[in-house]
């Protein structure tokens, strides 16, 4: 999910497709650092190095970003599981900025091209790409899971992949603004944290949980949907590839790693449709459609999930 070029003069529907070396630089800043704070972040928590504050921008952060990228970027914008009025649509591509992934056009091109080719040649993350030996496996793990946006080169072509938004000028122009929106995502916390705690300590301590740790853990989390839950999971449904429903991280993803469905149903709005899956997100875009914020929600189908599991190996 690396971030794209787009020079501040371009065309609403211009984006250009290959990042330069300050894109994919700031890709691994993105990702390594926070990941790096995730170990003495778990040592500071022991010792006190952390107040309510701190949970509170973590919580929330972590909430909008995560809502931004499965409600938003994959849900709304890559499968069109629901539309939504225009002021909805631009909070969602914002809050799927601020997770750090990339713009909404180069995130959901690379998306598209997953599911077009998922779990075969030509996908840009799949952990079977070298084989189905246990080191090929390994390997192939690793890429799917944060390889392949360090310095994986099967990236997805938007004016291929997403020419539909590339041709709307409010997704065109929030793709410009990534460099400016990961700005706000980065220093946000700190600065509330400062003003809340009145001191530099509370801009410290908020800059450590509301940005590092959220992101790191958001991060990994996301990756994780690409790597785990196509490695492992129950598979309930029938699909065309090794995705697999994965429990334990249904509630961090918000409902994202109820995979096997998705896979089998991707325009559904819904991922957790059996009792008991908890999905978050499914749950959030059902308040935007009570608020008429959102319509044309494609719910599941009750005949169609009985054919899907039917079909099941």
Not at 167 to 173: C, E
Not at 241 to 249: A, K
Request: net charge positive; hydrophobic share 45%; with cysteine.
């Amino acid at each position: 999910m690396a971030t794209a070029a787009v020079p501040d003069n371009a065309a609403p529907g211009e984006f250009q497709a290959v990042g330069g070396r300050l894109e994919r630089g700031l890709i691994w800043v993105f990702i390594v650092v926070p990941t790096l704070a995730l170990v003495p972040g778990m040592f500071f928590a022991w010792g006190g190095w952390i107040g309510w504050h701190d949970i509170v921008l973590l919580v929330v952060f972590y909430v909008i970003t995560t809502t931004g990228i499965g409600a938003g970027y994959h849900r709304c914008l890559t499968h069109g599981a629901f539309k939504t009025k225009r002021g909805l649509k631009i909070a969602l591509a914002i809050a799927g900025s601020l997770a750090l992934e990339g713009p909404a056009i180069r995130w959901v091109a690379d998306h598209r091209k997953h599911h077009k080719f998922s779990d075969r040649e030509g996908d840009p993350h799949s952990p079977w790409r070298y084989g189905t030996s246990a080191w090929a496996v390994t390997k192939g793990f690793i890429f799917a899971h944060a390889g392949w946006v360090l310095w994986g080169s099967d990236r997805a072509d938007p004016k291929h992949y997403a020419p539909d938004l590339l041709r709307d000028r409010d997704l065109a122009a929030i793709s410009r603004q990534f460099r400016s929106l990961a700005a706000v995502s980065l220093l946000a916390p700190a600065i509330i944290g400062g003003l809340w705690d009145r001191s530099w300590h509370g801009a410290a301590t908020g800059f450590f949980w509301g940005t590092l740790v959220r992101v790191a853990l958001m991060h990994h989390v996301t990756f994780s949907i690409n790597s785990i839950c196509h490695v492992t999971g129950k598979k309930p449904f029938d699909a065309r590839d090794r995705s697999g429903n994965v429990w334990w991280l249904a509630i961090l993803s918000q409902g994202e790693s109820w995979h096997n469905l998705h896979h089998a149903d991707p325009t559904c709005a819904r991922h957790g449709v059996l009792k008991g899956q908890i999905d978050v997100n499914a749950w959030i875009i059902r308040r935007f459609e009570q608020l008429g914020w959102a319509y044309d929600v494609r719910w599941p189908d009750q005949d169609r999930l009985e054919r899907k599991r039917a079909a099941a190996p």
